[in-house]
């Protein structure tokens, strides 16, 4: 069975700090990772995804994650953030054998303050 | 266009009732999925549909229900509401089974049932 650990309910930062959001997972199988965004009444949007290959991947708003197989983990980095990035983050595994399932953390709320 | 759509955005109800909420597609996709994100922002997959196949997550109560009409739509019915049916529902979509894409969400339809 897959779970995933988001440590962190919610992380405080000001605008233009660094701040890493934390993700671990269990899993007997290889695994496809995912860091999908909320912003306030909307719907999740995929935010960056680790398939195959380079274990970091960049997202296009300077969001970058590190897939670290020995550590089970896929934490989130950005080196600074802004306001308008104050969000719900979540972390999601699917499973390598039973491809109908996405296994979500609970979220990290990002809260960015001027 | 929007690409995955729900309707009602917002859904007010008695216990006891019976509801449903739609979903549509415009992108051709092969899966979709209906969600149930709690109050505590946390994700529980419901069900996935792909080319009429039905996996249901054995947790959900079979007072819910998804109806697929056509490969552009997957409804969702609910029997008999309880006040812990109470949540936002998303639908999601992903192109091809097996392939590892992306899910896209719709907007959520925040259910309240008083």
């Known amino acids: 069975a897959q779970s995933v650990t988001q440590l962190d309910s919610q992380v405080p930062v000001f605008e233009e700090a660094p701040v890493e959001l934390r993700c671990n997972y269990s899993?007997?199988?290889?695994?496809?990772l995912f860091w999908y965004v909320q912003y306030p009444n909307q719907g999740l949007q995929l935010l960056l995804k680790?398939?195959?290959?380079?274990?970091l991947v960049e997202s296009i708003n300077g969001f970058e994650a590190e897939f670290n197989k020995s550590q089970t983990s896929f934490h989130l980095r950005k080196p600074s953030v802004h306001i308008s990035d104050t969000a719900e983050y979540f972390c999601?595994?699917?499973?390598?054998?039973?491809?109908?399932?996405?296994?979500f953390g609970s979220g990290t709320k990002l809260n960015v303050k001027p | 266009d929007t690409a995955v759509s729900q309707t009602p955005k917002y859904l007010v109800t008695q216990m006891g009732n019976d509801k449903s909420i739609k979903c549509e597609q415009n992108?051709?996709?092969?899966?979709m999925y209906w969600y149930k994100q709690d109050s505590k922002k946390f994700l529980k997959i419901m069900f996935s549909?792909?080319?009429?196949?039905?996996?249901i997550n054995e947790t959900v109560p079979n007072r819910f229900s998804p109806k697929s009409p056509d490969k552009a739509h997957l409804n969702l019915h609910i029997n008999s509401l309880e006040l812990g049916d109470s949540a936002v529902y998303f639908c999601?979509?992903?192109?091809?089974?097996?392939?590892?894409?992306?899910?896209?969400f719709g907007p959520g339809t925040r259910l309240t049932v008083l």
């Open positions: 999601a595994v699917s499973d390598g054998n039973n491809f109908n399932k996405f296994y």
């Open positions: 899993s007997s199988v290889s695994v496809y």
């Open positions: 680790y398939l195959s290959g380079s274990t």
């Open positions: 992108l051709g996709h092969d899966t």
């Open positions: 549909y792909n080319n009429k196949e039905l996996i």
């Open positions: 999601a979509t992903e192109r091809e089974k097996g392939q590892y894409n992306e899910q896209f």
